[in-house]
């Protein structure tokens, strides 16, 4: 660092002095821009503070001597939430889960039959090279990922993960294959319905690695975790042809995965009662979160607090 934390901390707890601050409304760090450090080793500080609207300020730093240490053209700060969890406008604490839905073109059973893309499949990154030959390369290029040994060790993991990332390097490097889409078909990757378990820990491992893929070249890769009825190739054409980055067909039907507002789950257990009667130590509480995470361990009963 070229400024101790610390003492930059120290320097932010200005803002809690600023005029354009309510009374007994905290402010938090949120955006910084047009950041410069004019001079490292600095010891002691001064702050000074130029409020810019109602929630940014503008930050001069210098030595003790007054000679220039750092600036902050823009920092744009946030209501400092009243209790953990809490949110402007939420009315408390709201938890989100991962909510498999059916895609609604697919519900109804009896609906026409899609017209299947053009693909193509390959099993080896060595079949890569020849799909790259051809005068012109399927829209849609699936790959089935099966485990060589069928068990769910951790060398079976690294191999299936090792070969993923492998067909995704060469795919990446392939200009021929800057139009088309690289589908990696797996099966008990993911746990798509209420009671559902993940079965196969190479294929998570593949989604995990694809999706990390997926955030980096939007549009590349799709993710296809498949059942066993006899309807899943099916329900993969819906999939493939609905856009989406990433699904799971079961019976037939293809989901895919929303966020949506989960209810706390009821404790299969009685929790033993917290021994409010201890000492709770909390680091860093001079600073703004520090006070937060105070009040909320007060509000739970905590008497002594270090």
Same mark, same amino acid.
């Given at each position: ?110 609906? &026409?039959? /899609? #017209?299947?893309? +053009? ?9 890569? %090279? *020849?799909? $790259? ?114 699904? &799971?067909? /079961? #019976?037939?039907? +293809? ?9 706390? %789950? *009821?404790? $299969? ?38």
């Amino acid at each position: 660092y070229g400024i101790h934390p610390a003492l930059l901390d120290a320097a932010l707890h200005t803002i809690a002095l600023g005029p354009m601050l309510k009374a007994g409304e905290g402010r938090l760090p949120f955006s910084w821009t047009e950041v410069s450090l004019h001079a490292t080793d600095a010891v002691d500080l001064r702050v000074r503070l130029a409020p810019e609207g109602n929630d940014t300020v503008a930050l001069t730093v210098a030595d003790s001597l007054g000679q220039p240490v750092a600036t902050v053209g823009s920092l744009v700060l946030r209501k400092r939430p009243e209790s953990l969890g809490a949110s402007p406008g939420s009315g408390g604490d709201v938890l989100y889960g991962l909510d498999w839905v059916e895609l609604e073109d697919t519900a109804d059973r009896d609906t &026409a039959p /899609r #017209e299947e893309p +053009a693909t193509a499949q390959v099993r080896e990154r060595e079949h890569l %090279a *020849e799909l $790259a030959a051809r005068e012109q390369v399927p829209a849609t290029v699936t790959v089935p990922c099966t485990p060589e040994t069928g068990d769910t060790t951790a060398e079976t993991v690294r191999a299936v993960t090792h070969r993923a990332l492998a067909l995704v390097q060469d795919w990446l490097a392939e200009e021929s294959f800057a139009g088309s889409r690289l589908v990696f078909v797996t099966r008990g990757a993911v746990a798509a319905r209420p009671g559902e378990g993940v079965s196969d820990p190479a294929h998570a491992a593949v989604w995990g690695l694809v999706r990390a893929a997926q955030s980096e070249n939007p549009g590349r890769f799709v993710l296809a975790d498949l059942d066993d009825h006899e309807d899943s190739p099916a329900g993969l054409v819906a999939g493939l042809t609905s856009e989406e980055p990433q699904f &799971a067909v /079961r #019976e037939g039907r +293809a989901h895919v995965a929303r966020l949506a507002v989960a209810k706390p %789950a *009821e404790p $299969a257990v009685e929790v033993p009662a917290w021994d409010t009667a201890g000492t709770v130590l909390v680091t860093g509480a001079t600073g703004t979160i520090g006070g937060v995470i105070a009040r909320h361990l007060v509000a739970r009963g905590a008497r002594h607090l270090l």
